[in-house]
Each structure stands twice: as structure tokens, then as C-alpha cells.
């Protein structure tokens, strides 16, 4: 331990330990949120400051120059939507290949006007959303369902995560003279939100051969997920004495979700004051 023997000291009093969490108050309120892969950074100041730079964690930054007395451009949800000293920023971050939550670190650096400096940290955890449209679906047969006639008569329900969600009677051509047409059930639309947190829409469809001989059935199911992807879905019913006969078809789109201020709305312009 040193004793300091060889040195001359002032009286100890002449030296006083600063707080810089006192001394630096013109940051009143950080907050971060996010939606999705977007994440929000809300700073309300106490006093004016020359200078904003976040870093995001992903290699990417924004800085924003604040000079007194002129117009300052914060990204926020519209001209003029927020007060002085209260900014808003937003950023997206790209969408992970495996589609699941990640995170980041944010660093917020303020320097003020009298050149001090401020820095808040922030870790956070973004989970990406996806928008599902499951378009009207369309259903083929394949074979003859009933020798005595020249048309079927097949009643299709839709069942959304164990719920009926639409019925029709379908009348397709039991000759088979001519190719089969597809024929498509109105209505059957779907559009889901989905992520890595919820479970998958399970979706089936349920056939019923009217017959005065006998009724057949068949059943088929399927979900949609995070993990679902833009593109066609064919499959045939696959159990039930319909199993083979008929042949069902969805076009689907996925969509990842950016929860961003709208186009032409992201500057909100605040006067900075002097």
C-alpha cells in the first residue's frame, strides 16, 4: 500500500468527488420498445442538446446534429406530432434466417450543449411477426365417387383451430369424360398473425359424399406458422373413403411485419430551442 510519504498534499477538502448522474440531467426519459423486428427509441430532454447517436447492435448507426434555433429532423409518427425536446426513432432490423426472437444492444449517446456527454445503454428483444393470407381454396375429384350418377353431390366444411368456419355444397362432374376442373370455395380466405411464440393455425377441411347408398367421408388437415412460406400448397384427402378422391389447392402469402411510421409521415420536425 502506498503511503504517499514522499509527496506534499493539499488539504483534502480542495478535491470533491462529482456525481455525473447529477451533473448530467438533460436527459430526462430513454425508453425503448419494440414490434416485431422494429424497435422504437423514445428520448424526452431536459435541456437542449447538439448532438443524438444511437448505435442499434447491428452494425448500423444514426446520428442527428440538433443546432439551436434551427429545424431538426427526429423520425417519429408525423409533422409537427411531437413537442419540443421529445424525439422519437425508429429501426428495422433484418429478419433472422431461422425466423425466431434475437437480440441487441442499443447505445444511446447524448452530447449537450456545453460539450458534456451522456450514455444510456439498453439490451433488448425483438420476435418476428408474419402476416398469413391463405387465399380462397380450391377443390378437384379426381375419380367417380357414385356409379348411379353423372354428378356428385359433396358437402365441405372448413374448421379453423377446431372451429367450423365455412360450409359448402359442391357439385363436380362424376363423368370424367371431360378433364376435372378445379372449382373454388368462396369465402375460404384466412389471414393469420402469426410468430416463433404462438402456435400453428390449424387448418382442415372435411368431405362428405351425399349418397343415397352410402355416404362417404374424408378429411384432410393443415397449419400455417412462422415457418410457413409464400407459394402453392397441394395435397389430396388423405384419410376416410374419400381418401384419393379429391385433391385440394391454397396460394398462400407471407409477409414479414415492419411496424414503421408510414411513407411521407416519417419526419417529425421539432424547432430546437435556443
Known amino acids: ?122 439490451p433488448i428483444s425483438l420476435t418476428p411477426r408474419y402476416r398469413i393470407t391463405q387465399y380462397n381454396a380450391f377443390v378437384q375429384l379426381l375419380k367417380p365417387v357414385d356409379a348411379t350418377g353423372s354428378q356428385a353431390k359433396i358437402f365441405v366444411t372448413m374448421v379453423v383451430d377446431g372451429e367450423d368456419y365455412r360450409s359448402w355444397t359442391w357439385r363436380p362432374s362424376n363423368s370424367f369424360i371431360s378433364p376435372a376442373l378445379w372449382a373454388q370455395l368462396p369465402e375460404s380466405i384466412i389471414m393469420r398473425e402469426v410468430s416463433f411464440d404462438e402456435g400453428p393455425v390449424r387448418i382442415g377441411f372435411d368431405f362428405v359424399d351425399d349418397d343415397w347408398i352410402w355416404d362417404d367421408k374424408g378429411d384432410l388437415s393443415t397449419s400455417i406458422s412462422y415457418l410457413t412460406e409464400t407459394g402453392t400448397f397441394e395435397t389430396n384427402v388423405d384419410d376416410g373413403g374419400l381418401r384419393n378422391h379429391v385433391r385440394l389447392r391454397v396460394d398462400r402469402h407471407v409477409e414479414l411485419i415492419r411496424p414503421l411510421p408510414q411513407a411521407g409521415n416519417l419526419g417529425s420536425y421539432n424547432r430546437v430551442q435556443a
Open 1 to 122: 500500500m502506498y503511503d504517499f510519504a514522499d509527496i506534499a498534499l493539499e488539504d483534502p477538502s480542495l478535491v470533491e468527488v462529482v456525481d455525473n448522474r447529477k451533473k448530467l440531467k438533460f436527459l430526462k426519459q430513454f425508453e425503448v420498445t419494440t414490434d416485431s423486428v422494429v424497435a422504437k427509441v423514445h428520448i424526452e430532454l431536459e435541456k437542449p442538446a447538439r448532438r443524438i447517436s444511437i448505435d442499434w447492435g447491428d452494425f448500423q448507426s444514426d446520428s442527428y446534429n440538433l443546432l439551436p434555433g434551427a429545424i431538426t429532423r427526429a423520425i417519429g409518427a408525423g409533422e409537427n406530432s411531437l413537442p419540443d425536446g421529445i424525439y422519437e426513432f425508429f429501426h428495422a432490423y433484418d429478419e433472422p434466417e431461422d425466423r425466431r426472437p434475437f437480440e441487441r444492444q442499443i447505445l444511446l449517446r447524448i452530447v449537450n450543449a456545453d460539450n458534456r456527454v451522456e450514455l444510456r445503454q439498453a
